[in-house]
C-alpha cells in the first residue's frame, strides 16, 4: 500500500526474504532497500516516529540510490535546524562508495542528526574505495552494524505484510551473521563500534572447550590509553588480521598517536588470547622504546601455552616489565562496560567463570615462576 510516490509503509514477504537475506556473496541482487524509523526531539519533550520503506531506482534516466531517495525526501519533508533527529536505516546493502560519501556529507553537515546503519549484507566490502567509504561514515559518528537475528525479526513484524505470521529464519543466517560481523570489523578496524553481546561472550569467554553452537576462538585485544590520574585519552579494539596480529595493530595504533615521552601514561589490555612468540616479542620492543608507557596485559585464555617458545614469550614480557595477568571477574565486568554494547544491562556471567579463571591463573603462576 504506497505512502507516497517516493516510498512504501511496507514489503510483501516474499520481496523481504529475498531481497534481505544476509549472504556472504549475494547474486541477483540489484535492488536496494532500506527499513527507515526517524525520532524526532524537539524543546527534549516531543518524541514522535515516522517509518516506511524505500527502494533504489533503477530505470534508465531515473537511477537513484536508495540512500539518497530517503536524504531527499527527509530534507524536503521532515528536517528542520531547531529540532533533533536519530534516523535508523535497516539495509539490504551497505552503502557503495559514492553514497556512503554523500551520506557522511549530510552528517558533517547537519549536526542535529544522528545515523545508525543495521546492513543485511555487504556491498563489495572487499574493494578497498567501499571500505573507506564504511570508515568515513563510521567516523562522522554513524553507528555501522551488521543485522542480526533480532533486527530481522523485528523488520519482519514492522515493515513486512507478514499477517501475524512468525519470522522464520532461514539456513545460516546466525552463520552468516557472524561471518559479516568479523568482515565489518576488520573493515573497520579501531573505530569505537562496540562489541555485540554474543560476540563478547562468544570470544572472551574462558571456557577450557567451547560451548554449542561451536565456533572458532580468535585474538580480539581491547585497550584503554589512561593518564596516571586514570583519564582516558583513548580506546578501542583490534582483530587479527591474515597478515597482523592484533597485538602488532595495536602497537601500531599506540605509536601512530605520537604521545609526549616526557609524561608517563599506562595502557590496560583485555586480549581473548594470550600472545604468540612473535607477538610477544614485538610487545617487549614497543615496551623497551617506550619508557614511558607502563603496560598491563589480561588474558582471557593462555594460547599454546604446553609449547615451550609460548611459554617463553610469557616470561619475557614479565621480564620487560609488562604485567601479565589473567582476567577475572572484575576485568570482565570492566570490558563488558567499556567495550560492549550492553544497553545498559550488568554483566552476568557465565556458569563457573571463576573457577575456570582461577585454573588459568595457577597455570600461569606456574609459567611466569618456572626457571627460565
Request: hydrophobic share 35%; proline share 4%.
Amino acid at each position: 500500500m504506497p505512502r507516497t510516490s517516493d516510498h512504501v509503509v511496507r514489503v510483501a514477504p516474499g520481496t523481504f526474504s529475498f531481497q534481505f537475506r544476509n549472504l556472504l556473496y549475494a547474486n541477483r541482487r540489484n535492488c536496494s532497500y532500506i527499513c527507515y524509523e526517524v525520532e524526532r526531539r524537539k524543546h527534549r519533550s516531543c518524541v514522535s516516529f515516522d517509518s516506511g520503506v524505500f527502494h533504489n531506482q533503477v530505470y534508465a534516466g531515473t537511477r537513484c540510490h536508495t540512500e539518497l531517495r530517503f536524504l531527499s525526501w527527509f530534507c524536503a519533508r521532515k528536517l528542520r535546524p531547531d529540532e533533533h533527529y536519530r534516523i535508523t536505516w535497516f539495509m539490504s546493502w551497505s552503502p557503495c562508495m559514492q553514497c556512503a560519501e554523500w551520506v557522511a556529507d549530510f552528517l558533517e553537515r547537519y549536526r542535529n542528526v544522528t545515523l545508525s546503519i543495521f546492513a543485511a549484507r555487504l556491498y563489495y566490502f572487499q574493494h578497498e574505495g567501499t571500505r573507506q567509504g564504511l570508515l568515513r561514515l563510521s567516523d562522522q559518528g554513524a553507528r555501522v552494524d551488521i543485522m542480526s537475528y533480532q533486527e530481522f525479526e523485528y523488520c519482519w513484524e514492522k515493515f513486512v505484510y507478514c499477517q501475524r505470521r512468525p519470522f522464520k529464519p532461514w539456513k545460516k543466517l546466525k552463520t552468516n551473521y557472524q561471518l559479516l560481523v568479523a568482515e565489518l570489523e576488520d573493515i573497520l578496524g579501531n573505530t569505537m563500534n562496540l562489541l555485540r553481546e554474543t560476540l563478547f561472550k562468544q570470544q572472551f569467554g574462558n571456557q577450557p572447550r567451547v560451548p554449542a553452537p561451536y565456533y572458532r576462538r580468535k585474538t580480539y585485544l581491547c585497550y584503554q590509553l589512561k593518564q596516571l590520574d586514570d583519564l582516558t585519552l583513548d580506546r578501542g579494539c583490534f582483530r587479527n588480521k591474515k597478515q597482523r596480529h592484533a597485538e602488532i595493530r595495536f602497537i601500531d595504533k599506540i605509536n601512530s598517536l605520537n604521545l609526549n615521552p616526557s609524561q608517563s601514561y599506562k595502557i590496560i589490555c583485555y586480549i581473548t588470547w594470550s600472545p604468540c612468540p612473535n607477538c610477544a616479542y614485538e610487545l617487549v620492543n614497543f615496551i623497551t622504546r617506550n619508557d614511558h608507557l607502563n603496560l598491563q596485559i589480561f588474558a582471557s585464555r593462555l594460547y599454546f601455552h604446553w609449547i615451550k617458545p609460548y611459554r617463553k614469550g610469557l616470561q619475557q614480557l614479565q621480564e620487560a616489565g609488562i604485567s601479565v595477568a589473567v582476567m577475572t571477574h572484575t576485568e570482565f565486568e570492566d570490558c563488558w562496560e567499556q567495550f560492549v554494547d550492553n544497553q545498559s544491562r550488568p554483566f552476568q556471567p557465565w556458569d563457573k567463570l571463576e573457577q575456570y579463571s582461577a585454573s588459568i591463573k595457577r597455570r600461569l603462576w606456574r609459567i611466569l615462576t618456572a626457571p627460565t
